[in-house]
């Protein structure tokens, strides 16, 4: 049973940093990609970020594009995000997710992601 569970959400002021974890369980993503979506009140569930296992590449939305950084630790089948300049738009669940590698297209589908923690808050406030 393949498993993500994330943590290190909170409330933060703006202008502040959090660090996400997601640690993964059940089996080797070695040619996996995993992203982190978000989904405040009342929207739709938006990628955030998106990283493979087995290279380097890294995609991000616009909106955080300069300010989140995603990483990910083969040795501890962890993926982070590590979030600064938080903004009160950033505001959301933070859900962490996985899917077999499909293309660079794919890894900002949601749907396209078979595997999804349970989320975690992020709160920023003004």
């Known amino acids: 049973q393949v498993q993500l569970v994330e943590s290190g959400g909170g409330l933060v002021q703006a202008g502040g940093s959090l660090r996400l974890s997601c640690e993964v369980s059940g089996r080797t993503f070695s040619s996996y990609a995993m992203g982190w979506f978000r989904q405040a009140p009342g929207k739709e569930r938006d990628f955030v970020a998106a990283?493979?296992?087995?290279?380097?590449?890294?995609y991000y939305a616009d909106s955080v594009k300069g300010r989140f950084t995603i990483s990910g630790d083969n040795a501890k089948n962890t993926v982070y995000l590590q979030m600064n300049s938080l903004k009160p738009e950033d505001t959301a669940v933070y859900y962490c997710?996985?899917?077999?590698?499909?293309?660079?297209?794919?890894?900002?589908?949601?749907?396209?992601?078979?595997?999804w923690g349970q989320g975690t808050q992020v709160t920023v406030s003004s």
């Open positions: 990283t493979r296992w087995s290279a380097l590449n890294t």
């Open positions: 997710a996985a899917q077999v590698d499909r293309g660079n297209y794919y890894l900002r589908v949601s749907a396209a992601y078979a595997y």
